[in-house]
């Protein structure tokens, strides 16, 4: 039963419940406030038979915190005392002006009369707390969630605190104003404390983050009771804690930013953070703070509000890991845009009050200089910054071609693997049981999914860049790009390799119907000498129709047909065959390592009858799982040291090397000290 209860749901409803409750007091007390039928403005005289008071500029803030002095707070507040005591006096209200002296009326509030900046604070203030309770219904065991779950309650209960004396029309007790000046103001000390808590441990816990946030907490805490207390100095105003917190904000971010060197996907998350509190922060403290420390008219506190969405959506985001992957290119462009903005503000306002440029000339003048200036620098920042390769289409169709058109299925592949670990350097590639035709994005970016392409299968790459950065959309588009163009070509290809296939058909056929036939009919009528010439020829004929018809012969009879054409050639010279019969495990060969193995013993073969005078050749076979050798050796002159490099650069030698090196076999050629020459192929097979 107490999990039924405990469900995220529930979580979820009980945040929602509270939430809306207090939202309903919120309004209670507003609408318990007074209206007037006469617009108010500084001048303007109220007065009852009791107490009178001219309205001043001051009477009109609406948030106390701008005033930077304890003196001018306390007067405020006085003076909001005793207008809220003629307001509520039971005695006609006068008001005297610039028109002349006429009776205010007094009604009150109702929900129609609450102004705009009245909404905006509660529809933020409840968005936060949806946020946040989304977040913790989630996951209401993660320190982190509860961490944002407490901002986002903070940012509430300073909104709906803080728009009932800031929307205020007349004046307000001052018991109920202070009252929800310093509920506002604790929101603000659990909201920045509870933000910075949350950047010591997210997305990874910085050393002694215990001991930091203890201190930090404790720290604040004592300002805010001093600032309340009014023991503190006017300097530490809360705009002045405001702008402390964030800095503060500011190095855990950069401490952050250092652990997770080589945690992308916390670096990712991260930077979702930082661009979130970065927009929503800096836009708070540009348009509200600074103006209140430099006394210019701040923007009004309730769109200030805004800017906390602003960073409750990136943190939700952040927390949950949403689409990490676009973080690098959306912080990019943001970065980009607000220095390009801060630039042409700063170089107008330079050429404007510096220089004495007018307005519109300096204006074009700034545009021009970002544009011709900027604009190409930040091209030249963000190549260099960017992770992501990029190829130029003419690079990318030639990689794709490069792939496409290896000699062999195996070489194919090993091209596409080199050349995605070019293109992404992943620190894993591996095998993938998906065979979806489409390039995919998972896990938050840090795996790339690639369809099986090239003669490989599907294929899964982790951690790009070395483990440096996250896939990203551009990175799914590059890979679709080149996969797209491999298949292309690899269509291409299978019809150019159809029309090749045909073509040899036919020179098979015509070989083996014309020429075949031709060499059969001069066989019978050929003399005793002239017969095994022939009969050599018609074996090479079969041999070759099965090379172009991609049939594969079997390895025994490769080497029976090969041992009776030596001992034939041989004996015709009066030299010995010592060819041992051994039983080798039977296997197809195809036609390339035939036609290396069976030239490569011919052209040994005349080379012991033309030059060794020898009388016998030993002839070795030897069989491995994965290769074939070869041995022969003569009992001929051999060959003396200084002649042994000529015959290593010997056409014949040469040609032997070049085809067995052809297939991925190996030659080796020596003089043994017992005579003769000792000639080792190796196939494999």
Known sequence: MLNKVNTPGVRLASTLIVGILMVVLTIQLALRQVKSNIPLSPGTRLSTPLEQITLEPLDFTSEPGELNSRSDLQRFYDRQQIIYNITASPHAVSIESKEGRARLTLSSRVVKDLPLLFWIPIFVGLCSL??????????????????????????????????????????LSVDLFQLLEAINVWGAYLFGSSLLT?????????????????????????????????????????????????????????????????????????????????????????FTTIPTLIGTKPLDQGYS???FLVIYLGLAAGLVKYRLFEVGQWAFRFLFYATGAVALVLLDAALIYILGVERIPALGLALLVVGFLYLPLRDIVQRRFSKSATLEPL??????????????LEIRSQRWEALIKKLFDPLEVSENTDTSALVKIEEDGLVLLLP?????????????????GLFDLQ??????????????????????????????????????????????????IADEKLKPTIQGALSDIRSIVRGISGEEA????????????????????????????????????????????????????SNVIRHSQATELYVNINKTKD??????????????????????????????QRRVMDVGGSFKIEVPSDGGVLISLTIPC
């Open 130 to 171: 949806v946020f946040a309770g989304w977040i913790w219904a989630l996951r209401p065991q993660d320190l982190a969630c509860r961490l944002f779950a407490v901002s986002g309650m903070a940012i509430f209960i300073a909104a709906v605190s803080s728009v009932v004396y800031t929307t205020r029309e007349l004046g």
């Open 198 to 286: 949350l950047f010591l441990i997210y997305p990874s816990r910085l050393p002694r983050w215990k001991a930091l946030s203890l201190a930090q907490a404790v720290f604040f805490f004592l300002w805010t009771t001093a600032f309340l207390m009014e023991w503190a100095p006017n300097e530490a105003n809360i705009s002045i804690m405001v702008i402390a917190y964030l800095i503060c904000v500011g190095l855990a971010v950069l401490a952050q930013f250092l652990v997770t060197k080589k945690q992308p996907l916390e670096r990712a998350s991260l930077n979702w953070l930082g661009l979130s509190v970065m927009i929503g922060a800096g836009g708070f403290i540009s």
């Open 305 to 307: 509000f805004l800017f």
């Open 395 to 408: 690079t990318l169709l030639a990689e794709a071609l490069h792939v496409t058109f290896a000699p062999s």
């Open 452 to 468: 099986p392409v090239a003669g490989s299968g599907a294929l899964k790459l982790s951690y790009p860049w070395a483990g440096r």
């Open 475 to 524: 990175s799914k588009q590059l890979a679709q790009q080149i996969v797209s163009l491999i298949r292309q070509a690899e269509s291409n290809r299978e019809a150019y390799d159809r029309g090749v296939s045909e073509e040899r058909r036919r020179v098979a056929q015509d070989l083996h119907d014309d020429v075949g036939a031709r060499l059969l009919s001069g066989l019978y």
């Open 554 to 605: 079997s390895l025994n009879q490769i080497l029976a047909d090969l041992r009776y054409e030596t001992s034939q050639r041989l004996s015709t010279v009066n030299i010995e065959l010592i060819w041992p019969m051994t039983s080798l495990e039977d296997r197809p060969l195809d036609y390339r390592k035939q036609k290396a193995l069976t030239s490569s013993l011919r052209e040994i073969v």
């Open 627 to 656: 290769a074939l050798t070869v041995s022969t050796q003569d009992n001929g002159q051999g060959l003396p040291k200084e002649s042994f490099g000529e015959v290593q650069q010997g056409f014949g030698i040469r040609n032997i």
